[in-house]
């Protein structure tokens, strides 16, 4: 899959080209480097350098739940086999109350910005009821062992 081509003042520039300029005009901005490495990520071959900006986005983040899990887990494995979550290197504590991370399906709906600023900034989501109980009992009796 090609990158989106966005013509600025004449200049024509795909998003993985924007977000690289943002991280040369502004090499502590976290965000700019996280940005580029989700645009790099859905570009074929680029895995590996999207891995590189996503730790440099978690160093200059290091509260960044997305970026510390890319690096953590790093890139899929050719085979598909499974990871195991590393261990947290410290305690996250958070005021946040379980219906500020809540979101049932309608209101994911009508404000998945919101969803996506909740995801960002607590790590998050609580999805209920976008299963049917069965699935939920199979999902259980997995997890269980």
Same mark, same amino acid.
């Given at each position: %899959? ?9 200049? $024509?520039?795909?998003? *993985?080209?924007?977000? /690289?300029?943002? #991280? &040369? ?46 690096? %953590? ?9 499974? $990871?195991?979550?590393? *261990?947290?290197?410290? /305690?996250?504590? #958070? &005021? ?50």
């Amino acid at each position: %899959a090609d990158s989106p081509i966005f013509d600025l003042n004449g200049c $024509r520039l795909s998003a *993985p080209d924007c977000y /690289r300029k943002a #991280t &040369t005009l502004d090499e502590s901005n976290g965000e700019a480097f996280k940005r580029l490495a989700d645009a790099l990520m859905v570009l074929p071959g680029k895995e590996e350098e999207a891995l590189e900006m996503f730790r440099k986005a978690g160093e200059l983040m290091p509260e960044d739940v997305c970026c510390a899990t890319h690096v %953590a887990l790093g890139l899929p494995k050719e085979d598909g086999a499974t $990871r195991s979550a590393p *261990p947290l290197t410290k /305690r996250v504590t #958070t &005021t946040t109350a379980l219906q500020d991370i809540s979101w049932t399906k309608e209101a994911l709906e009508r404000d998945v910005d919101g969803a996506a600023a909740a995801f960002e900034r607590d790590g998050v989501l609580v999805l209920p009821r976008f299963l049917e109980e069965d699935e939920v009992d199979v999902l259980a009796s997995a997890v269980e062992g």
